[in-house]
């Protein structure tokens, strides 16, 4: 009876919490959610786990939790598919799955946690630009709105410059007496004798490939407007093209095989939190606080990775990479806030015209009623 009363009564507290105080709380979870996909994928590839196969095991499982909510929530919207759809839903994986993953992990085991989630912070503004020159978004330069988005493009391309050529000296290094309390841990160090030049080349392929896979999403999801739908295709046909690859490049069966709980961990926590929650949180985020309230919340995921690496693996800052990470996350909140004005420039443009068109549409409707009339008043006798 006691755990009926306390769930009911949790039950009314949450309903009873605004709506935009439940937004920010899942953006942070969210946040926190990615910080830590960040600090144990590193930790995956610290521990020896093949780069083909981590991506392979992740989107199996981001594929079965995502599948049954595909194919019993889409149902009526979900169009028949085609042979055009199928080559579509595969190009994306190229680009959203194969590239983007791949390219991810190839930077993130040479470079470090912290950084790979700086140079996210440019995907906003890396896709801003690719849809600009694909005509998709304008840029008017005559305007702030134009004018801060193109800065910020500008800014994050420089940030990312910043932390491919200019590592820096070290700004902040753990103690010592971490690593030797925990033997664990010293297992999991950051990347030492990689090339970190070419680790921020692959991440920046990344960036390239997600926004790309933003971008090209776009005219899919008009044709085949089942969101979830179109997310499993992708992951699907991401397994089938990882299994290539590891057909060619992963030859030892060894490396299939899971040899630690770690190792498992990772794995779980790619597919689970990464891949199903993370998707399903940011979808519902997304729809009822829009893309600018949840791109904002991006650079948080930066200042918790940073913290958690540190914590948990010991990972330096460096001059150059603060220096790119502050660039770039200006950059994003100048793209952003051109988007906020220009979308407010659009909403008084509408109100603007809507009056006049309504004026115009009640004199014109005058004027064919005032023709309709007789010249004589009508007759009383009906009345």
Same mark, same amino acid.
């Given at each position: ?68 909510? %595909? ?8 169009? %028949? ?188 926590? %790619? ?113």
């Amino acid at each position: 009876m006691a755990d009926t009363i306390s769930a009911a009564s949790a039950r009314r507290m949450c309903c009873s919490m605004p709506e935009r105080v439940q937004l920010h709380l899942a953006m942070l979870a969210l946040q926190f959610g990615y910080a830590g996909f960040h600090v144990v994928s590193r930790a995956a590839l610290n521990m020896g786990i093949s780069k083909i196969v981590f991506p392979v095991y992740r989107n199996i499982i981001a594929l079965l939790l995502l599948l049954p909510f %595909a194919y019993f929530l889409e149902k009526k919207e979900r169009p %028949a598919i085609t042979l055009s759809f199928l080559v579509q839903f595969f190009l994306l994986a190229v680009v959203g799955i194969t590239a983007n993953q791949g390219f991810y992990l190839l930077g993130l085991d040479n470079t470090s946690p912290t950084f790979a989630s700086a140079i996210q912070n440019s995907v906003p503004a890396i896709t801003f630009l690719m849809a600009a020159i694909l005509r998709i978004e304008q840029v008017r330069l005559n305007r702030k709105d134009g004018i801060a988005k193109m800065l910020g493009t500008l800014s994050c391309v420089a940030g990312a410059t910043v932390i491919t050529l200019y590592k820096g000296p070290t700004i902040y290094s753990p103690a010592p007496p971490l690593h030797s309390t925990t033997p664990l841990l010293l297992s999991l160090g950051d990347a030492k004798g990689k090339n970190w030049t070419l680790g921020c080349i692959y991440l920046i392929g990344h960036c390239l490939s997600w926004s790309g896979w933003l971008v090209l999403q776009a005219p899919v999801l008009k044709k085949y407007p089942a969101r979830l739908s179109v997310t499993s295709y992708t992951c699907f046909f991401g397994v089938l093209q990882f299994l290539i690859i590891a057909a060619f490049l992963e030859r030892d069966a060894q490396a299939w095989l899971v040899h630690s709980g770690g190792e498992l961990f990772s794995v779980f926590y %790619a597919g689970v939190v990464a891949s199903g929650i993370a998707f399903a949180v940011q979808i519902w985020c997304i729809d009822r606080g829009g893309p600018v309230f949840v791109a904002v919340y991006q650079p948080v995921q930066t200042l918790v990775v940073a913290i958690m690496a540190s914590v948990a693996l010991g990972e330096e800052f460096y001059l150059g990479g603060i220096i790119g990470a502050v660039l770039i996350i200006t950059g994003l909140y100048l793209v952003l806030w051109g988007k906020n004005e220009e979308r407010k420039f659009s909403k008084e443009k509408a109100l603007i015209q809507s009056p006049a068109e309504h004026s115009n549409n009640r004199s014109t409707s005058h004027v064919k009623s005032s023709l309709a009339q007789p010249l004589l008043p009508p007759s009383t006798e009906t009345v």
